[in-house]
Structures are given as structure tokens and as C-alpha cells.
């Protein structure tokens, strides 16, 4: 008797969970951009092997249904480079490379500021809500065989989001459950393949790339049939790209591309506002499907 009173009471706080916390909806937003982006890269060749890089990106929404035409994101990285292997077979001619970088990128969203700036920010809490800070580290592989070259690129990074929210549980002050991922780690794959025209400084590309979550967060709060409302990994992002490249001299080059690129959140707010006597859970997939126009300059030492 003893043993099924002691059951009962730790069951009680599971039946309590379950019954103040529900998700209110479970929704998929889906939108269509076009962007114009302009990329500038420096590159400088450092002793015993190790180089530094330099990158600052813009994008542009030229066309989107719901918003117009806006700036809409800027990224510059800084990166330190070191070649760890390089070797020619005598036997094929074909020649093996292997590079590690380690860097970081600083991301600024211009339509986050925007939006902010209309709902009454200001101060830190504006500077916040459009900032991420991106360590990152990533080991590229190549093989070049005659004008053809084939690399894998994989690119382990962090995104450390300044607008993450907690939000304590009502029932269980010992749970607090982060709305945005504040620390999210992600595996990005990049496949890519070039073509050098013979006796011309021009090469041709595409490549593809996929950006997968490595820590997403499980909700602790689960449904009538105790699986977790959200949680769990899922493919993030997915590239696809096919461009040229005319290398003008010895130091400079231009690159101009197609790009698809298809991203996805989960937009999570958790909230008491739909039901007094209820934490609601609200989820939204946020989709995104961008069709974009690449121009890059190259500067290289």
C-alpha cells in the first residue's frame, strides 16, 4: 500500500505538467525572396604555411510579396588558415590538399533593427536583438585532376544569439526553458566542384551545401501521448549554386553566380495570454526560399 501511495504522488506533478502546458498551434510560414549580394574577400599569404582571410557580404531583398525591398543582412568574418597537407602523385599528376581555418563572423540583421525600431526598442535591447556572434572552424579537402578540382568543405560553428529569452515554468520554478537556442552549434557540408577552361582565365562552379543542428533543445513539456511539443536535430539549410569565375591578373579575380537557398526556424514563444490557467507553447516553422545573384570580388597576396 505504501509502495502504490508513494506512485500516486510521483505521478501527481506529471498529470499537473501535462495538463498546464499545451501547444496552442503547430504552423508553417512560408515565404519567397530575390536578393542581390555583394561579397569582397582579401586574402593574404602568411610564412610556414598560414594565410589570413578577410570577408564582408551584403545582401539585399530585391523582391519579396510581404516586405518590399529592403537591406537586409551584413556578414564580415576573419579567419586564420593553415595548409596541412599538400602533395602531387608523380604517378596520376592529381594533387591532394588539406586546410584547416579557424574564424569568426559577426552577423548584423538590418530588418531585425528595423522591425525593432518600429515596436519602441532602443538602447542594449535593440543592439541585441540584431547581433550574432559566429566562431567557427572548418577542415576543407581537395583533389585536382588536371582542369577539373573537387572539394569537401566541413564547417563546424556556433551561433551565439543575443536575444534569447527565458521563460520560467509557472508550475515548477526549477524548469526554465530558453525561446531561442542561446548557444546552437551546427555541421555545414559544402560539396564543390570547378572547371578551369584551357588557356583562359576563367573557371566555372557549382557547389552544394547543407547546414544541419547539432544541439537543438527538447521541450521539457510533452503532449497527451508524452512526446516533447518541439525538439530534436533538423537540417537548417540547404544550398545549391552554379556560377563563373574570371581571374583578371595575379591578384584579383570576379566571381558571379545563381544562388538557391532554402533556411528553416522554429519559431517558439511560450505565453499564458490564450489561457489563465495555462502555459501555451507556440510553435511556428518559418520557411524561407531565396533565389539570389552572387557577386564576389577576390583580392588576393
Known amino acids: 500500500m505504501k509502495r502504490f501511495l508513494t506512485y500516486i504522488l510521483l505521478l501527481l506533478p506529471l498529470a499537473a505538467m501535462a495538463q498546464t502546458h499545451e501547444l496552442v498551434f503547430d504552423t508553417v510560414s512560408s515565404q519567397q525572396r530575390v536578393e542581390m549580394r ?19 557580404e551584403l545582401r539585399s531583398v530585391v523582391y519579396s510579396p510581404s516586405d518590399g525591398a529592403f537591406f537586409s543582412k551584413s556578414y564580415t568574418s576573419i579567419d586564420l588558415g593553415y595548409k596541412l597537407h599538400s602533395h602531387q602523385s608523380l604517378r596520376t599528376g592529381y594533387e591532394y590538399g588539406l586546410k584547416l581555418n579557424v574564424g569568426y563572423t559577426l552577423k548584423f540583421d538590418a530588418k531585425d533593427l528595423a522591425d525593432n525600431r518600429a515596436k519602441g526598442l532602443e538602447g542594449n535591447l535593440l543592439a541585441a536583438e540584431c547581433i550574432q556572434h559566429r566562431p567557427f572552424a572548418s577542415l576543407t579537402g581537395s583533389i585536382e585532376m588536371g582542369n577539373w578540382k573537387l572539394s569537401l568543405k566541413e564547417t563546424y560553428r556556433i ?28 555541421l555545414k557540408s559544402k ?14 562552379f557549382c557547389f552544394g551545401e547543407a547546414t544541419a543542428t547539432l544541439n537543438e533543445q527538447t521541450c521539457p513539456w510533452k503532449d497527451k501521448e508524452g512526446e516533447p511539443f518541439y525538439g530534436g536535430q533538423y537540417l537548417r ?50 520557411q524561407t526560399h531565396t533565389h539570389a545573384i552572387v557577386l564576389e570580388y577576390e583580392l588576393g597576396y
Not at 551565439?160 to 530558453?178: G, H, L
Not at 540547404?238 to 558571379?256: F, P, Q, Y
Request: proline share 5%.
Open 38 to 56: 555583394q561579397v569582397a574577400t582579401f586574402s593574404y599569404k602568411l610564412p610556414k604555411h598560414f594565410s589570413l582571410g578577410l570577408e564582408e
Open 159 to 186: 551561433n551565439f544569439r543575443t536575444d534569447s529569452v527565458k521563460v520560467v515554468d509557472k508550475w515548477n520554478p526549477e524548469i526554465v526553458v530558453n525561446e531561442k537556442n542561446p548557444c546552437l552549434m551546427e
Open 191 to 204: 560539396v564543390k566542384l570547378d572547371y578551369s577552361l584551357p588557356g583562359k582565365p576563367m573557371k566555372l
Open 237 to 286: 539549410s540547404a544550398k545549391a549554386s552554379v556560377g563563373m569565375r574570371w581571374k583578371i591578373d595575379k591578384h584579383n579575380a570576379l566571381s558571379l553566380s545563381y544562388l538557391y537557398y532554402f533556411k528553416q526556424d522554429r519559431d517558439i514563444n511560450i505565453t499564458g495570454r490564450n489561457s489563465s490557467k495555462r502555459q501555451n507553447v507556440e510553435l511556428t516553422w518559418e
